[in-house]
């Protein structure tokens, strides 16, 4: 693990009212160094965007500036121009983002006449609303969207500038890029800042930008779980306001990306315990100790993998063959003490088969790398979870029967995420690729911007 310093420059003032020659030569060096194309914006100025309009935005405010209203000293217009400067950490291009009308806005812009202002004013509205919605694209990355309303979508015009209208200071909203989520703000000011020891700090933090593209924004909870530094944090309107340990699947295992809703809790769960760990954990046991060894661990051997499956002698079965993997058997271990789901899991039901639980193990949780599963996802503090997910309070349920669903009131939003670039204050730390990863999304984002540029 390593980190990386970095401070970004903004020695570049704007001009106040009355000064427009300067701003306007700012403006047009900002805009005009070449960059590589990689991306171009989805609606150019002055066209119409899907989604409430910006002239929706203008009605409903009477017309009023947003960038240049009366007490305005420009600096939220200098943020605004910052942002696309740095353009290329976001993988796009600058000169998309008609420089040339912007560059007149800005020299009408600190004119005497409302209507001229008023103008300027919304051609850098159209601007900023094409580069933020461009900024919200998701590349082919290896998330899986169990739940596809959770793929980041670009907003609507209007939303966006109400979002930026709302926000207690525009100059900090838009130099935080405060629509996109707080960890791809800080890997995007390291990119920006160009505080880079070396090439591949810099591919690291191009790989990990479209990464964090897949995270939340601000607003309600969110539970993100990093693999590759094996914690959780519990987000709230955009903050942290909890973390913990976890257990990850090991590198034969991984842990996916993904991205789901978390809807229920269970309760006294059984553990299915795959097939690949009955042979490697369970059979040699049995071979060794017989039923004695499954009845004190309290497992049960089912006849199928079917929902009507029923419970069958386990010494029936060949367990040398289990081990050897020349036969797949379903077990299962009943609730209790011994059982490794613990007293709950937490559900968000996809095709892989994962999800987030308690453990009884709690001695891996101290190791520095933990990475002991088959790819779900074991907590520090399941019971601290659950009460964080429903407000306050543990579920419970007056049975003790297994398999107690206690539904969530709303579904909460989980990601399984891969980052090894991560914001810590003024630096960047830097993780291991645990699951070599990162070199196969490198080369996907290569290719991706080579047919972009054409």
């Known amino acids: 693990m390593s980190a990386v310093n970095f401070s970004a420059n903004n020695d570049t003032r704007v001009g106040r009212p009355g000064r427009p020659a300067r701003l306007s030569l700012w403006l047009a060096a900002a805009l005009l160094v070449p960059q590589a194309a990689t991306a171009t914006a989805q609606a150019p100025i002055g066209h119409s965007i899907a989604g409430e309009t910006v002239d929706n935005f203008y009605a409903a405010r009477g017309g009023q500036p947003l960038w240049f209203g009366r007490d305005s000293d ?9 942002l696309i400067r740095g353009a290329h950490a976001d993988g796009l291009d600058p000169n998309s983002y008609a ?21 300027a004013d919304r051609v850098l509205s159209e601007m900023f609303v094409a580069y933020a919605r461009d900024m919200r694209r998701t590349l082919a990355i ?5 739940d596809p309303e959770l793929r980041p979508a670009a907003f ?41 020891t070396s090439p591949a700090e810099h591919d690291i933090l191009r790989i990990n930008l479209e990464r964090a593209r897949t995270l939340p924004a601000a607003g309600g909870k969110a539970v993100i779980v990093n693999a590759t530094a094996a914690e959780l944090q519990m987000i709230e ?32 769960p059984y553990w299915n315990v795959p097939a690949d760990l009955a042979a490697e954990r369970i059979a040699p046991n049995v071979v060794k100790g017989g039923a004695a060894y499954l009845r004190a661990k309290g497992y049960q051997l089912l006849s199928s993998w079917a929902d009507d499956a029923t419970v069958v002698d386990p010494m029936t079965v060949d367990w040398s063959a289990v081990a050897a993997g020349k036969i797949n058997v379903r077990v299962r271990q009943l609730p209790g003490p011994e059982n490794a789901m613990g007293r709950m899991k937490f559900m968000f039901p996809n095709a892989q088969g994962i999800y987030l639980h308690d453990t009884p193990e709690k001695k891996l949780l101290g190791e520095e790398s933990r990475m002991f599963s088959g790819g779900c996802v074991r907590l520090e503090d399941a019971p601290r979870l659950a009460r964080w997910l429903y407000g306050g309070q543990e579920p419970t349920t007056r049975s ?51 047919v972009a540029s054409r």
Do not use: C
């Open 74 to 82: 420009g600096a939220a217009a200098q943020a605004l121009f910052e």
């Open 99 to 119: 420089p040339r009308e912007l560059d007149r806005a800005l020299r009408a812009a600190w004119s005497s006449n409302p209507d001229t202002i008023r103008r």
């Open 142 to 146: 290896d998330m899986i969207w169990v």
């Open 156 to 196: 609507s015009p209007r939303q966006l500038l109400e979002a930026a209208a709302a926000a207690p200071a525009l100059d900090r909203y838009v130099a935080d890029v405060g629509w996109m989520n707080p960890i791809y703000a800080g890997l995007r000011q390291a990119m920006v800042a160009g505080a880079l």
């Open 237 to 268: 309107n955009g903050r942290v306001v909890d973390t913990m340990r976890v257990v990850v699947g090991k590198p034969v295992h991984p842990t996916p990306m993904m991205a789901a809703q978390i809807r229920f809790t269970s309760l006294n």
């Open 400 to 450: 003790a029967s297994p398999e107690q669903r206690v539904d969530l009131p709303r579904p909460v939003p989980v990601y399984l995420t891969y980052l090894t670039a991560v914001p810590s204050g003024g630096s960047i730390t830097y993780l291991p690729d645990v699951y070599n990863r990162d070199p196969a999304a490198l080369a996907m984002l290569d290719r991706q911007n080579r």
